[in-house]
């Protein structure tokens, strides 16, 4: 209680006698403002008193930390496909296709078959049957494949060729036709990287018969800038033949010239045009772990973002094995983490999906070196290494189709993460009591399971019960309530929440349709009280056995002084509670002059209306 | 007697109708403007006391945060230009990975017309692309102003632009304008194809089988005046 013996009130340690009928106290936050957040249409409001948020598209793929983009999200698990408009779906499972520790160097399709070429030489490979050994004699660097001829060069070996009868022969001009890295066709002739330097050959026999592969026998090759860096790399785009090392990128002209348009001397490093491939009229590329698009001009980076919300944060780097595919650019990534992530991911121009997690048949992938596409069974191939194990993989795709094959993965856990839902106002609670889960395609065995984080706090089944309480298996849309699970709290109150959707299928051709999310939710800031009431400034007032003999002028004086303080001061109100805050508003009234009293000051009663405002 | 037939004096030449550029005039003052807020006497209307809540309306509530729209735009002060501009500039920005400078110009339809292209009011020049968007507002479908742009639009197709119209409505609307830039830049649209390999992808090839049959046979055919000789 406040002290009572010569007021009712004490602001900044005075006391202030005050006129009891005029107290008012108000609460001056508002009960619950309505924010404006990204993807809210009014037209999805159901105009009661909780406000709907949703996501009804998750096409700008992940890295989302705080819900910036009504189309965006923080990560995905598994196996999730967000690519399409106005959902989010499973994607395909990954089918052996054998087991090889060898580590492949590609992918390549010639004459209606796939093969594959790495450390354990040339392969080909029939649907149905295993892989068919073609050539061991050492690793295969690459392999080129025309209407007539596959080439391909083993390391350090003579250049070979095969027709399509599958009769293998040497190609080039003689023995020193050896050792190439690289090959490419361009204007009219099979251009030929040298391994392990800068030199480049070329022929435009079909055959590849008068290709060589040393200076003293060709004096018109070609040499790739200098420092003895050697390139590693080739590739077309827009009818200029450009070759890469690890410290940039050459242009080779009409005069058989190579300039170097861009230049990372600075940069060098093994990651750098690991990989190129051309999309939507760029070129692709990574330079060390930054993922650049060119288009001749100017470079502009398209590095996938962070996946997590938390320190330390796990990103994406060594970008490899980029191949453009229908509206896709696909690629193979791995994390930062200690025991990294390796993941195929995909780029649709606009955002990054990451499609699956790339492992193999036992333990965690150290390595997925080789990933291409096979045209002729419409596949995306790859191997993933892990330790001793080592197996080649396909995903189907779906003909006439960029949604995924209907294939899906009836183990492991496949989820769609939200940002950090925050309703724009971090630093306010916020009340949920239920949500909208919008789905389609969903049965008792193929389903959604929801949960729910609060503050950067575990995952909670919404419900209470996992796999009950949380489970959407009916189409349309279900509306789930009591998050909690408990008999007396109805809502659950954060200041950000993340929501968590599991994609569940027993049967691996169908996948339950993610189509919207809604949460309802209340702002629900912290209130703050307003007092307003009338203070008594008269000389000899009496409070029961007290008297305060205090001139008006010294209580007006003390209210004046405190209406100007810059900082808060104290509050204590009529029932002993505590505020800091300021006078915010201070109105005097002379009531009375008392001619009898002749002291110090000029006795004038009078009262001050005084509004005070607690200060958060 | 007859009227003789007055002729046409052979020094007079039929010329060509001249052409001008078609002109926006300039809206037409009211000659009474009377803003209706002017005669409301506004001091003696009663605002509500600070207890009172009208319950059909639910308790009062204020609207608070940024627009939702000035949200996904580029902030005035940054790029000058209307909302729609804006919202379109900070897309093509961040969604789309475009470079202004490099990619693409803009030019607010706020500052006239291009000096390089005659005074042509293009939004968004795509200089490599050869594209231009324009940002269509709210007079878009007056007669005189569809006939400017019809005649903007052959303008710059003479000098090989491809004009794009976006509505701004449809602008406003997050999802659509992603699928009309989609469309616009070839990404996937969800209509695309994720690999091609079946019959439909032999298709171009029979399509220009037939249109050199087609061609064959019009060669051949003996037209008796000399047409395909």
């Known amino acids: ?63 989302h930390h705080w819900y910036d983009d009504a ?10 496909d967000t690519r399409q408009p106005g959902i989010a779906m499973m994607y395909t499972g990954s089918t052996s296709m054998g087991a090889d520790t060898n580590l492949l160097n590609g992918f390549i399709t010639f004459n209606s078959t796939l093969y594959k070429f790495g450390a354990g030489g040339l392969s080909s490979w029939t649907s149905g049957t295993t892989w068919a050994n073609l050539y061991n004699t050492a690793t295969v660097n690459c392999a080129l494949a025309t209407k007539t001829y596959l080439f391909y060069c083993g390391d350090g ?53 008068q290709l060589h592969g040393d200076v003293a026998g060709d004096t018109n090759e070609i040499l790739v800038g200098g420092g003895g860096i050697p390139t590693i790399g080739a590739i077309v785009y827009a009818s200029n033949l450009y070759i890469a090392r690890q410290d940039g990128l050459w242009v080779l002209g009409e005069d058989m010239i190579a300039r170097r348009v861009l230049d990372f001397t600075n940069e060098i490093n093994s990651t750098n045009f690991k990989s190129m491939c051309v999309y939507n009229g760029y070129m692709i590329f990574p330079v060390q772990d930054v993922l650049y698009q060119w288009n001749g001009a100017r470079l502009s980076r398209i590095t996938p973002p962070k996946v997590t919300d938390t320190f330390p944060y796990t990103t994406y780097g ?27 991911l995909c780029f649709d121009g606009t955002s990054w999906t990451r499609l699956a997690d790339l492992t193999p048949s036992t333990g965690t992938t150290t390595s997925t070196p080789a990933m291409g596409y096979d045209p002729v069974h419409n596949y995306i191939v790859y191997q993933a290494v892990g330790g001793s ?51 389609s395609n969903v049965s008792s065995t193929v389903y959604l399971l929801v949960y729910y984080s609060l503050d950067g706090a575990a995952w909670v089944a919404w419900g209470g019960t996992d796999g009950t309480t949380n489970k959407i298996s009916s189409a349309g849309v279900t509306e789930l309530t009591n998050p909690l699970g408990s008999a007396t709290v109805p809502s659950i109150e954060y200041k950000y929440l993340k929501i968590k959707v599991v994609f569940v299928t027993g049967t691996a051709t169908s996948s339950p349709i993610l189509e919207g999310l809604t949460v309802r939710f209340l702002l629900r800031p912290e209130v703050f009280w307003g007092f307003n009431f009338t ?37 204590i109100d009529i029932y002993g509670v505590s505020y800091y805050g300021y006078i915010s508003s201070l109105n005097e009234s002379a009531i009375e002059r008392h001619e009898y009293d002749v002291g110090s000051e000029p006795n004038i009663e009078g009262i001050a209306q005084v509004n005070f405002v607690e200060a958060r | 007697m007859p009227l003789s037939r007055i002729r046409t004096p052979s020094k007079v030449y039929w010329t060509f109708r001249r052409t001008e550029r078609i002109k926006i005039p300039q809206p037409v003052e009211r000659p009474l403007d009377i803003h209706a807020r002017d005669v409301v006497r506004s001091e003696l209307l009663q605002s509500d006391p600070w207890w009172f ?44 990975h475009f470079i202004e400078g490099a990619d693409f110009d803009f030019q607010s339809s706020l500052q006239g017309g291009r000096m390089e292209l005659g005074g042509i009011v293009a939004d968004f020049l795509f200089p490599t692309l050869k594209i231009v968007l324009q940002v269509q507002g709210p007079t878009h479908f007056e007669y005189m102003r569809m006939a400017k742009d019809q005649e903007q639009m052959g303008a710059l197709l003479e000098m090989g632009y491809v004009t794009y119209e976006i509505q701004e409505n449809d602008i406003y609307n997050e999802f659509k304008l992603e699928d009309i830039l989609r469309s616009i830049f070839n990404l996937s649209t969800g209509s695309g194809n994720a690999g091609i390999v079946d019959s439909l992808g032999n298709m171009a090839d029979d399509l220009y089988a037939i249109a050199v049959e087609i061609r064959d046979k019009l060669n051949a055919w003996d037209w008796g005046y000399g047409y395909g000789r």
């Open chain 1, 318 to 344: 060594a970008f490899d094995n980029l191949v453009a595919i229908g509206d896709f650019v696909y690629c193979t990534a791995y994390t930062n983490e200690s025991t990294p992530v390796h993941s195929l």
């Open chain 1, 157 to 209: 070996q003579r250049i070979q060729k095969m027709t399509t009868g599958g009769v293998h022969t040497t190609a080039g001009v003689d023995a020193n036709a050896t050792d190439y890295r690289w090959l490419i066709v361009h204007n009219g002739y099979i251009y030929a990287g040298k391994d392990g330097t800068n030199e480049v050959y070329y022929d435009s026999n079909e055959d590849l018969s």
């Open chain 1, 389 to 439: 194990a080592g197996t080649v993989y396909y995903i189907p795709l779906q003909a006439r189709s960029s949604y995924p094959y209907a294939a899906f993965m009836t183990t492991g856990t496949h989820s769609v993460i939200s940002s950090r839902l925050d309703m724009g106002y971090r630093r306010v609670v916020k009340s949920t009591p239920s949500m909208l889960v919008e789905a």
């Open chain 1, 1 to 63: 209680m406040a002290e009572t013996e010569l007021g009712d009130v004490v602001i900044n340690g005075t006391k202030f006698r005050i006129d009891l009928q005029t107290w008012k106290v108000r609460d001056l936050a508002d009960f619950a403002p309505r924010s404006s957040t990204p993807g809210g249409s009014v037209i999805h409001s159901d105009l009661l008193l909780y406000q709907p948020m949703l996501q009804t598209d998750w096409r700008h793929g992940f890295g």
């Open chain 2, 53 to 96: 809540i009208m319950h059909r309306r639910g308790p009062r509530r204020l609207y608070v945060g940024q627009d939702p729209l000035e949200a996904r735009a580029v902030p005035k002060n940054i790029v000058r230009g209307t909302l729609p501009e804006r919202i379109i500039y900070r897309t093509l920005i961040e969604i789309f």
């Open chain 1, 535 to 571: 203070v008594v400034a008269a000389r000899d007032y009496d409070m029961g056995p007290h008297n305060d003999n205090r001139y008006p002028y010294d209580v007006i004086s003390a209210l004046r002084t405190i209406r100007d303080s810059k900082a808060p001061v104290a509050f």
């Open chain 1, 71 to 80: 189309m965006g999200y923080l990560a995905t698990e598994g196996r999730v």
